[in-house]
């Protein structure tokens, strides 16, 4: 459990350290324009497959957010009481950064080695209701 909260840990400050320094130009006002991207994954994973998959999806996420200036955030997580049951709070910069993000190598990874395990997807794009609390929330990380 300690090795799963620094992986969270090392994933956060990988998001912050990747948006801290955007959000002048590509967060807050790509919010309010309306371009910014904002989707919740739903990801139910074979029980066979909980670590691999955890394992890989962690990578993958990591490499997102570090690598592509697009990605705010990628954050993965699963419910407590059901371990396979994956979600995925996705946040990119605009269609076009989730679009490029879908062409990147460890997105191709991700998706090559992982779709024997994985039950069923739901993607559900979101609307963001209060704009002005965003880049508050990834500053209070530091």
């Not at 992986?7 to 371009?35: C, F, N, R, V, Y």
Request: hydrophobic share 40%; glycine share 4%; net charge negative.
């Amino acid at each position: 459990m300690r090795l799963q909260k620094l992986g969270l840990l090392l994933i956060l400050m990988a998001m912050w350290t990747s948006s801290s320094g955007q959000e002048s130009e590509s967060g807050k006002d790509d919010l309010e324009s309306g371009e910014m991207m904002v989707r919740i994954a739903e990801i139910e994973i074979e029980p066979n497959y909980h670590n691999e998959y955890l394992a890989i999806l962690k990578e993958e996420a990591a490499a997102s957010v570090r690598l592509e200036p697009g990605v705010i955030c990628i954050l993965p997580m699963y419910q407590k009481e059901h371990p396979t049951e994956i979600r995925l709070l996705e946040i990119y910069a605009s269609k076009e950064a989730y679009e490029s993000h879908l062409q990147t190598p460890h997105f191709i990874h991700y998706k090559k080695t992982t779709l024997h395990m994985i039950k069923s997807l739901k993607l559900i794009d979101m609307e963001v209701v209060d704009v002005e609390i965003m880049p508050m929330i990834f500053r209070k990380l530091n």
